[in-house]
T-cell receptor
């Protein structure tokens, strides 16, 4: 059974600080990794994809992948109250498998 | 970017009736679409994988006779909840991808309430 694990939170971060979200996955052969943001009552929105070891930056977001450790993370710099949401880590093989999500709360 | 349109966004129906939810890929062809269900404060649960021109593949525990999926074209998949009951009340979301390396784009979701 392939699994994606995330801490459910809530993770509280002061406005302007860096929010760090972590995810581990069970299938060592996985190749594609995604971070989605989901606001309450809304569908998930893709914010980052990463396929290679290392860091990938897009604006205030940085995704980090370490395949040897089977670990994916998402850093959000200069956190804003609008970043408050649930962040879903996802791993794709023949179908996409989601973690249960981490609730992030940015404190004004 | 890829856009997936899902309708209706919200529906209330009586117990025992059927409800159809549509999911369209607007600017790309989706050979495969996925249907999820999400209960309040829970994660997405994959219900089935919808393949254009063939039968859907259902996840374990999902009743294929209750959740009918049709994927008649490369841009349209439908989910019909038959003989709905209050326990079917949930947030139903479809998703699709444009290419093999793309992330999945989600529809806006359908909030189903069965009374």
């Amino acid at each position: 059974q392939k699994e994606v694990e995330q801490n459910s939170g809530p993770l509280s971060v002061p406005e302007g600080a860096i929010a760090s979200l972590n995810c581990t996955y069970s299938d060592r052969g996985s190749q594609s990794f995604f971070w989605y943001r989901q606001y309450s009552g809304k569908s998930p929105e893709l914010i980052m994809s990463i396929y290679s070891n290392g860091d990938k930056e897009d604006g205030r977001f940085t995704a980090q992948l370490n395949k040897a450790s089977q670990y994916v993370s998402l850093l959000i710099r200069d956190s804003q109250p609008s970043d408050s949401a649930t962040y879903l880590c996802a791993v794709r093989d023949d179908k996409i498998i989601f973690g249960k999500g981490t609730r992030l709360h940015i404190l004004p | 970017g890829a856009v997936v349109s899902q309708h209706p966004s919200r529906v209330i129906c009586k117990s025992g009736t059927s409800v159809k939810i549509e999911c369209r890929s607007l600017d790309f062809q989706a050979t495969t679409m996925f249907w999820y269900r999400q209960f309040p404060k829970k994660s997405l649960m994959l219900m089935a994988t919808s393949n254009e021109g063939s039968k859907a593949t259902y996840e374990q525990g999902v009743e294929k006779d209750k959740f009918l999926i049709n994927h008649a074209s490369l841009t349209l998949s439908t989910l019909t909840v038959t003989s709905a009951h209050p326990e079917d009340s949930s947030f139903y979301i479809c998703s699709a991808r444009a290419t093999s390396r793309d992330g999945y784009t989600f529809g806006s979701g359908t909030r189903l309430t069965v009374v």
